[in-house]
């Protein structure tokens, strides 16, 4: 059974740092493209980010770029989402991804967590 499982989700002020994870089970992590989405309250499912299989690829949306870095760890089957400078607009639930296809688009993706909320104050 695949379980994606984020982490790290909270209340920060505008300006301020967070770093989500997600650690993943059930699957040779090392096969798997990762991404980061994130979806409002009534809105679509957002591309942040995606990181290819052995972390030499990242793409990262425009509205994040240069924001935020994302990183993998797979020998411990994890990836990070380092969100700095952190905006009201950056507000949604954040949801890790896995999937076999180095892809922005959220239908390609074969794997997902249940989500961290970020919630930016301003």
């Known amino acids: 059974q695949v379980q994606l499982v984020e982490s790290g989700g909270r209340l920060v002020q505008a300006g301020g740092s967070l770093r989500l994870s997600c650690v993943a089970s059930g699957l040779t992590f090392s096969r798997y493209h990762m991404g980061w989405f994130r979806q409002e309250s009534g809105k679509e499912r957002e591309f942040v980010a995606v990181?290819?299989?052995?972390?030499?690829?990242?793409v990262y949306a425009d509205s994040v770029k240069g924001r935020f870095t994302f990183t993998r760890d797979n020998a411990k089957n994890t990836v990070y989402l380092q969100m700095n400078s952190l905006k009201p607009e950056d507000t949604a639930v954040y949801y890790c991804?896995?999937?076999?296809?180095?892809?922005?688009?959220?239908?390609?993706?074969?794997?997902w967590g249940q989500g961290t909320q970020v919630t930016v104050s301003s």
């Open positions: 990181t290819a299989t052995r972390g030499y690829s990242t």
């Open positions: 991804a896995a999937s076999l296809e180095y892809s922005r688009r959220a239908q390609e993706y074969n794997y």
